[in-house]
C-alpha cells in the first residue's frame, strides 16, 4: 500500500471512529436527561393496593370508576359495579408497565405524538387517584405505535404493538411502552361487570304479549324431554325442532350496557312483552322486555324470586352414615342457591340493552311453534307444461 493512500485510509477510520462516538455521547446524552430508563418501570414504586379511583378523559368524555367499600362502581353508569377482572388486570398491568425506549420529545414535538392534553388535542389522560383525593399518577397517553406499518397511516398496515406515553406532563418522562394499552376506554359500558342471571334447568316457560294471540306456555317434565304446549287448542303441537332453542334459554346471557334513570314509556316498560320462567330448582324469573332501540338492542328488567327447601326430607330406608352425608351435601347446595338468588334478586335495581340473539326465544309468537304449513300442490302448467285444454279428444298417433 502507498503512502498517500495509507494516510486516507487512516484518516476515514478517524473520521468514522468521530462520528461513532458523537452518536454514542449523545445517546448517553438523551438517556440521561430522561426521567425514565430503558427497561424500567414507567410508574416507580406506584403501590396498586393505595388506588381509591381513577379517571380517564378523552377529549371531552370522562369517564370515572371508584372503589366503594369492597366492590369497585362506574359512577357514569349510576354506580353500577365494575368488571372486577377486568379491573385487576388493567391496575397490575399499570403497575408492571416497562418502558420500551426512552423518546427525546420537545414541546414542539408532541403534537405529533398525539401527546396533547384532551381538551386541545388527541391525548387521553388517565389520572390515578388515593382515597384522599390525592393524584398519585398523572398519564397522558399518546399515539399508538404500529408493527409492520407506518404510526397510524391508513395505508401502513401493521398492528398496534405499542404506545407512547407521558407522565406528570413532563417532556422528559415520554417513552415507548410495549403495550397499546387499548383497554384504557373512556367507555363506561366497557368497565361494567357483565355477569348476568343464569338460568337453569327451566321446567315451564309462559309468555305473554301485548296481543294476548300470541301469548302461549311451554312445560317439560325433565331435561331431555320434549316441550308441550300447555294451553293447546284442539289438535295443536308445537314443533320439537322449534321449541328445542328454549331448553337454553338465558342459559349464560350478556348484556351490552345498563340505562340510567330509565324512562320506562320511551323504553316500552310500561307495556311490556313478559316472560316467567320457573325452573327445577324453584327459582322463577319474570322478564319484561321492552321496545327495540336504534341498533335492536332490547331494554330489559329481571326480577327473580325462588321457593327453597330448606329442610331434606330423609329417605325411607335411609342409614344414619348416608344421612350426615347427605345433610352435608343438601346444605351446601342450600348454601349455593341463597348466594346465587341473592346476586340474582339485585338485578332488579337495574334496566339492561341486551341485544336482541341473546333473548330471541323470549321473542317469538304463538305461531312461531308450530311446523311450516306445506306448500300446496303445483297448478297445471306451473313447471312450463301446456295444460289440457276442456273439450278437445286426446290425441293419438296414426296405427295406435
Do not use: C, H
Not at 340510567?260 to 327445577?280: C, F, M, Q, S
Amino acid at each position: 500500500m502507498k503512502g498517500k493512500q495509507l494516510l486516507t485510509l487512516v484518516a476515514a477510520l478517524l473520521v468514522l471512529g468521530a462520528a461513532g462516538l458523537f452518536l454514542r455521547q449523545k445517546e448517553s446524552s438523551r438517556l440521561a436527561t430522561s426521567k425514565v430508563g430503558m427497561g424500567g418501570k414507567l410508574l416507580g414504586d406506584l403501590d396498586v393496593n393505595a388506588i381509591a379511583s381513577f379517571r380517564v378523559q378523552s377529549g371531552t368524555n370522562q369517564l370515572v370508576v371508584a372503589r366503594e367499600g369492597d366492590a369497585w362502581v362506574v359512577k357514569q353508569r349510576g354506580n353500577y359495579p365494575a368488571g372486577f377482572n377486568t379491573l385487576a388486570e388493567f391496575l397490575r398491568k399499570l403497575a408492571d408497565l416497562k418502558v420500551t425506549r426512552p423518546v427525546e420529545a420537545g414541546p414542539s414535538r408532541l403534537p405529533a405524538l398525539d401527546l396533547v392534553e384532551p381538551s386541545k388535542g388527541k391525548g387521553i389522560r388517565l389520572d390515578l387517584v388515593d382515597a384522599s383525593g390525592k393524584t398519585l399518577r398523572s398519564i397522558l397517553l399518546g399515539k399508538s405505535y404500529m408493527k409492520g406499518g407506518e404510526d397510524n397511516s391508513p395505508f401502513g398496515g401493521g398492528f398496534a404493538s405499542g404506545r407512547y406515553v407521558m407522565v406528570g406532563g413532563d417532556n422528559k418522562t415520554v417513552a415507548l411502552v410495549s403495550d397499546a394499552l387499548s383497554n384504557v376506554d373512556v367507555r363506561p359500558e366497557d368497565w361494567l361487570d357483565k355477569e348476568f342471571l343464569k338460568v337453569e334447568q327451566p321446567r315451564r316457560i309462559e309468555l305473554v304479549r301485548p296481543a294476548a294471540t300470541n301469548n302461549f306456555t311451554l312445560v317439560r317434565t325433565n331435561d331431555t324431554a320434549e316441550w308441550l304446549l300447555a294451553d293447546a287448542k284442539g289438535d295443536e303441537k308445537a314443533d320439537p325442532g322449534k321449541t328445542s332453542l328454549f331448553s337454553s334459554v338465558l342459559a349464560s346471557p350478556t348484556f351490552n350496557d345498563v340505562v340510567v334513570n330509565p324512562d320506562l314509556a320511551a323504553l316500552g316498560l310500561d307495556k311490556p312483552e313478559v316472560a316467567r320462567i320457573t325452573t327445577a330448582s324453584g327459582f322463577v324469573y319474570e322478564i319484561k322486555i321492552g321496545k327495540p332501540q336504534a341498533n335492536e338492542d332490547r331494554p330489559v328488567q329481571v326480577f327473580v324470586t325462588a321457593a327453597l327447601e330448606s329442610q331434606r326430607v330423609a329417605g325411607k330406608d335411609e342409614k344414619p352414615e348416608d344421612k350426615e352425608k347427605l345433610d352435608k351435601a343438601f346444605k351446601e347446595e342450600l348454601s349455593k342457591k341463597e348466594a346465587k338468588l341473592k346476586s340474582e334478586q339485585a338485578l332488579s335495581k337495574w334496566t339492561y340493552l341486551v341485544s336482541k340473539w341473546s333473548i330471541d326465544a323470549l321473542l317469538k309468537n304463538r305461531g312461531d311453534l308450530f311446523p311450516d304449513k306445506k306448500a300446496p300442490d303445483a297448478a297445471p302448467g306451473a313447471n312450463g307444461s301446456a295444460p289440457a285444454l276442456p273439450g278437445l279428444p286426446d290425441f293419438k298417433l296414426p296405427g295406435n
